[in-house]
């Protein structure tokens, strides 16, 4: 997998939007971006993915440059509850053997009210 | 309903026991892993298991042993356990062509004392 870097903190004021960004310079062509999330004392949660399109769903929106070297995961209004570490992660989107979920050390959002 | 579900959620126990954590998933997925977190938050994956075909990180102990009775079930079994396994410990699955995405349980602590 290739690397990603994050900043390991950020705050976000609640009711606005939290803007999340994620470096992976080094990502192949067939490698996605994968955004997860761990809400204290939870499993991880998947969030969103994408390989050089915008996404977006009910959770998230991901934004991929187009050189694909960087993404930035958009919540559009925050709230106490996306109070969590949030991680981004370049992978292939297929399971293989070898092919783990590599978790780096990700990013901590807090939302304050 | 839960789609990730692990028992117990709390383990404590001695070092040099035998201990089992059991996960079940219910989406009908063909890939279960084991995850470990430890106390300074790094998720590392310990297992992978598809198709009756197990993948081991190199780095995890031989006491460490994942047990797949059926597609919806991967056990995680520990012999002779020692301190510094104490950590938390988190099942998840995914499905094969579906984009590799992975849910997770909710973790088991253990504790070994």
């Known amino acids: 997998d290739a690397k990603t870097t994050q900043p390991p903190s950020m705050d976000c004021a609640e009711g606005r939007a939290a803007n999340l960004p994620c470096n992976h310079s080094?990502?192949?062509?067939?490698?996605?971006v994968y955004w997860y999330r761990q809400i204290h004392s939870q499993g991880p949660q998947y969030i969103i993915h994408g390989l050089k399109n915008n996404e977006t769903n009910e959770m998230a929106s991901l934004i991929i440059t187009e050189d694909r070297k960087s993404s930035t995961l958009i919540l559009p209004h925050a709230t106490l509850r996306d109070t969590a570490v949030y991680y981004c992660?370049?992978?292939?989107?297929?399971?293989?053997?070898?092919?783990?979920?590599?978790f780096g050390g990700g990013t901590r959002l807090m939302v304050k009210p | 309903d839960t789609a990730v579900s692990q028992t117990p959620k709390y383990l404590v126990t001695q070092m040099g026991n035998d201990k089992s954590i059991k996960c079940e998933q219910n989406?009908?997925?063909?890939?279960m892993y084991w995850y470990k977190q430890d106390s300074k938050k790094f998720l590392k994956i310990m297992f992978s298991y598809n198709n009756k075909e197990l993948i081991i990180n190199e780095t995890v102990p031989n006491r460490f042993s994942p047990k797949s009775p059926d597609k919806a079930h991967l056990n995680l079994h520990i012999n002779s356990l020692e301190l510094g396994d104490s950590a938390v410990y988190f099942c998840a699955s995914s499905q094969t062509g579906g984009g590799d995405t992975q849910y997770f349980g909710p973790g088991t602590r253990l504790t070994v004392l």
């Open positions: 080094t990502i192949s062509g067939n490698e996605y």
């Open positions: 989406l009908g997925h063909d890939t």
């Open positions: 992660i370049v992978r292939v989107a297929v399971w293989t053997p070898g092919n783990m979920l590599t």
